[in-house]
């Protein structure tokens, strides 16, 4: 498994496998298999950006290339994006507090998912979209649903 590293200082830096200081801004083909949802994903990034080295070809992944392995991520399972995320709880003017309560989720799950740090599972993706775009369905799990005339069934 390649380095992780974040680094602010200007490059060459120092490759942490052979110790040249040979590691430079890179954009490389990468493919990676990430397990979401319990299932094992194929992602592939034809032009990733991350820093290499030069002598020994190690790659040192800082946060901007697992930002990048993140979107691909994303967009290989059509999930929202954080930002999608953010704007569509914006627009409907609720605070993050608000949306994980009518989710049934934790703040920190909402918070995370708009920063960027968690990837949604697809059910939370499919409840946020679902959210988002019917008012009838806010208001049920709003806790509203004899506003609207949705009586519970008795099962029998």
Aim: charged residues 20%; glycine residues 6%.
């Amino acid at each position: 498994m390649p380095a992780t590293h974040q680094k602010s200082r200007p490059f060459p830096w120092r490759c942490p496998a052979c110790m040249m200081d040979e590691v430079v801004p890179s954009c490389v083909p990468y493919q990676i298999d990430i397990k979401h949802d319990g299932v094992l994903h194929a992602v592939s990034l034809p032009n990733l950006k991350v820093p290499r080295c030069r002598s020994c070809g190690e790659l040192l992944f800082d946060d901007a290339a697992d930002e990048q392995i993140n979107v691909a991520l994303r967009e290989l399972l059509q999930l929202l994006s954080p930002e999608q995320i953010r704007a569509g709880r914006v627009q409907l003017g609720v605070d993050q507090q608000q949306l994980a309560n009518d989710l049934g989720t934790r703040l920190e799950t909402i918070a995370r998912c708009e920063d960027g740090s968690h990837i949604q599972s697809k059910t939370l993706d499919n409840l946020l979209r679902v959210y988002f775009a019917v008012p009838g369905a806010r208001a049920v799990l709003q806790g509203a649903a004899s506003q609207i005339g949705v009586q519970p069934t008795n099962a029998g």
